[in-house]
Each structure stands twice: as structure tokens, then as C-alpha cells.
């Protein structure tokens, strides 16, 4: 088989066909505008095209011209006018944001965030339980977050509850048996 002039100079000019019927059956499909599949025809025959022996090294430079061209990254270079460099140096007081980047917010400064007093043990107790009989489970940053107390909550939660290691609120901190029924101002009821 000899190919039509205007390829590339490194495409071999000549083939040779081998046909073969033993191979897995196929059909052709086309799909029209309206998104109907139809069948074309079937594949009876497969032909393998290889370059013959005077043109394999011609074949190979195209492989690899074709490998290497493939592996380039195209890049652009822009040319900004009347910026004055404005975009590429920041002005006191502004935040240098990327054009495909998000500005981060900064969260609102919270009570958390504020110096937190160390609350009575008896008042954090009483907070503690009322918290409980509103919800029976309760994670450690939560209580921190409700109660507004630092690492002496945890002493506190010590004494009163049982941390859930397994099942469907794990991870969580629940009131000992002896204190779920506690309604009073009494802890040891």
C-alpha cells in the first residue's frame, strides 16, 4: 500500500497489510444529532499496517517525534498594559489574592477566643447537668464551647461521666448512671 504525498517527511511512504479474520468480533455504531444510536455494519477483516524495512528507522523518528510533542507543556506568556506594576506588588494595607485563589475570611472573634475565667466548681457542675438533660451525649469540645472553660472542665468531667469508646456515640461523654436521674442542687443524689 503506498500512502499520498503531503504527510510529514518522517512518515513512511509505504505499507505492508496484513489481514487477519481471527479476532474478537466488532461492530461499527454512529450516533445521530438526536442522541439515536445505530448500527453502521460489522468488522469482518482486520488489517495491521507495518512500514516496511527500508522505512522502520523514518518510523521510529516519527514515534518519537510524536512522544516528545506530546510531553511539551504549552505555555503562555501575557503582556499587561497600562498596570503600571500595580498587580505585581502589593499596597500597604492590601492582601495579594491570586486571581484563581479564594480570599481566606478570618473568623469572628468568639468568647473562646477571649481570656476565659475559671468558673466555680459547684456553678460548673449545675451547668454541666443541665447541659446533659438537654442532650445525653456530648463531645469535650463541645462542653469546652458551651460552658466557656479551659482544661479544669476536664477534672470536672473526670468525677462525672463516662467517655463512650465504642458504638454509635463514640467519641462522646455521657453521665455516670448514679447522676442521670439528678435534678437537685444536691450532686450525690
Known amino acids: ?6 504527510c510529514s517527511s518522517n512518515t513512511p511512504k509505504s505499507y505492508s497489510l496484513n489481514m487477519h479474520s481471527d479476532f474478537a468480533p466488532m461492530c461499527i455504531f454512529s450516533e445521530s444529532n438526536q442522541g439515536k444510536l445505530a448500527c453502521e455494519g460489522k468488522v469482518e477483516n482486520k488489517f495491521d499496517m507495518k512500514p516496511h524495512r527500508e522505512n522502520l528507522m523514518d518510523y521510529g523518528k516519527l514515534c518519537r517525534e510524536r512522544t516528545n510533542m506530546s510531553m511539551v507543556k504549552p505555555r503562555k506568556t501575557e503582556l499587561f498594559l497600562d498596570d503600571n506594576g500595580r498587580g505585581m506588588r502589593p499596597m500597604p494595607g492590601e492582601r495579594l489574592v491570586h486571581p484563581g485563589q479564594k480570599e481566606k475570611k478570618k473568623p469572628p472573634v468568639t468568647k473562646i477566643d477571649m481570656k476565659r475565667t475559671r468558673m466555680d466548681r459547684g456553678e460548673l457542675e449545675k451547668k454541666l447537668f443541665k447541659l446533659f438533660e438537654g442532650q445525653p451525649n456530648w463531645s469535650i469540645k463541645q462542653l469546652m464551647q458551651e460552658t466557656n472553660q479551659p482544661e479544669f472542665l476536664k477534672e470536672i468531667l473526670n ?3 463516662v467517655y463512650n469508646k465504642r458504638g454509635p456515640n463514640q467519641g ?3 453521665l455516670k448512671p448514679e447522676y442521670k436521674k439528678y435534678t437537685g442542687d444536691d450532686p450525690t443524689n
Do not use: D, F, N, Y
Open 1 to 6: 500500500m503506498e500512502m499520498a504525498q503531503g
Open 172 to 174: 462522646t461523654h455521657e
Open 159 to 161: 468525677t462525672l461521666r
